[in-house]
């Protein structure tokens, strides 16, 4: 048998993408200021954003993006992170739509969000098929609200865009799938470990602890500080697991925790760049800190459609285990050796990139099938990436990111 190649579903075509991190406004969007006051300013959010502060003094400022060709999509979606403050006060946070390049807007949106963080999908499906399509953040009021802005997206889905991983990795020792975030504030990184299927990272004993800090603490040759999933958000003093894990295994640095400062609810690993763990405020970077970034723990016997894989060994037959499926369904096998995606398909986030090679299975009575393939010789330290789903339950399977022996 050969493997034949498929798409499950094509990746989100991203017609503008902006962080804010060359500033505000970044390249290629310009600012409209009435005068009263420095209008849109850098931020914080998920790294820097845009933020408009409340100003005393009538403010009416924008920013706008460099016209986006969206001629070739049948559908416009734009997605962004926000953080609202002083909502009771807000007189408008508009989303604004032009066509000549900034010299006329129409309304599309007013966002009405309480307090808080949000993120927000905005339809401008009505501009599909048009080529130069500007998108302006407005905001208006007197020593009114605080707007801050970050991760913009303008792709061909409503769908929000699947978060943002820089690494994958399975530990050994558990057989987890463990992913490394962009940097966030926590509160953002475990919102996107939810969107992926786990939480993030519960530590149960040192070795675990070891092994985050060695795989992700110098990822990429670049020192950071990891969000786990412990955090004391509920009842201050008391600390407990977002993945609601009865762990009890701590790590604390000398002198922590210590809520200093009276808002230092969460947790990461790398207090003074060592694998030991300080309680921190909801933040995505700070001056002495590297920056903070998530990370998410999928699996933990949740009971749940599951694969495995065993064997992987170049010249040598692996075999692929799926349990828990549903009995005398389909279940799809799906590997990739181009990365680790992610990706839209019918069943959620795949973590496979395109190209991409799908066998459909069927299980047996007891939820149970499995797949033997010889893994051709001389693709020893090839790295692939194993995914999946069990259409019955339209369930995404645990991910894999293997190494071949």
């Known amino acids: 048998m050969t493997f034949a190649l498929f798409l499950l579903a094509l990746p989100q075509q991203v017609l503008l993408s902006e962080d804010f991190s060359s500033g505000v406004p970044p390249t290629g969007w310009v600012e409209l200021n009435n005068g009263n006051s420095v209008g849109w300013d850098p931020g914080s959010l998920n790294g820097t954003a845009a933020f408009h502060n409340d100003d005393s003094g009538y403010n009416d400022n924008a920013i706008f993006s460099p016209p986006i060709d969206a001629s070739g999509v049948t559908q416009v979606g734009l997605h962004f992170d926000q953080l609202v403050t002083f909502a009771s006060w807000r007189d408008h946070h508009y989303i604004d739509v032009s066509l000549d390049n900034g010299v006329t807007f129409v309304n599309v949106a007013d966002d009405l969000s309480g307090d808080g963080l949000s993120s927000v ?48 990795a399975v530990n050994p020792a558990n057989g987890h799938t463990y992913h490394l975030l962009d940097s966030s504030t926590w509160t953002v990184a475990e919102a996107n470990a939810v969107i992926l299927g786990g939480h993030l990272a519960t530590v149960r004993s040192q070795a675990e602890n070891d092994w985050i800090w060695a795989t992700f603490g110098n990822y990429g040759a670049q020192d950071r500080d990891l969000w786990i999933g412990l955090n004391d958000e509920a009842v201050e003093g008391t600390f407990v697991w977002s993945s609601g894990d009865p762990s009890s295994f701590r790590y604390w640095a000398a002198g922590q ?17 060592t694998d030991q763990w300080n309680d921190m405020f909801d933040a995505a970077s700070t001056s002495w800190s590297p920056g903070y970034y998530g990370v998410v723990e999928i699996g933990g016997g949740t009971g749940g459609p599951s694969m495995a894989v065993t064997n ?94």
Not at 135 to 159: K, P, Q
Not at 257 to 273: A, F, K, W
Not at 338 to 354: A, H, I, K, L
């Open 312 to 405: 992987l060994v170049a010249g040598q037959t692996a075999q692929v285990d799926f349990s828990n499926c549903t009995a005398n369904g389909v279940v799809y096998f799906v590997w990739s050796v181009v990365g680790g995606g992610p990706v839209n398909t019918p069943f959620g986030t795949g973590y496979v990139s395109p190209p991409f090679n799908i066998i459909p299975l069927t299980a047996d009575a007891n939820g149970n099938t499995n797949i033997s393939k010889l893994v051709p010789s001389g693709l020893t330290g090839w790295n692939i990436w194993f995914h999946g789903a069990d259409a019955g339950s339209a369930t995404m399977l645990n991910s894999l990111a293997l190494v071949i022996g």
């Open 257 to 273: 925790p210590d809520n200093n400062g009276g808002n230092e609810n969460y947790v990461h690993i790398g207090e003074l760049n």
């Open 121 to 168: 999908v905005v339809d401008l499906s009505s501009y599909a098929g048009v080529n130069g399509v500007n998108i302006s953040f407005h905001y208006t009021g007197d020593y009114a609200s605080e707007w801050t802005v970050d991760d913009v997206v303008v792709s061909d889905s409503l769908t929000p865009p699947p978060p943002s991983i820089l690494g994958t």
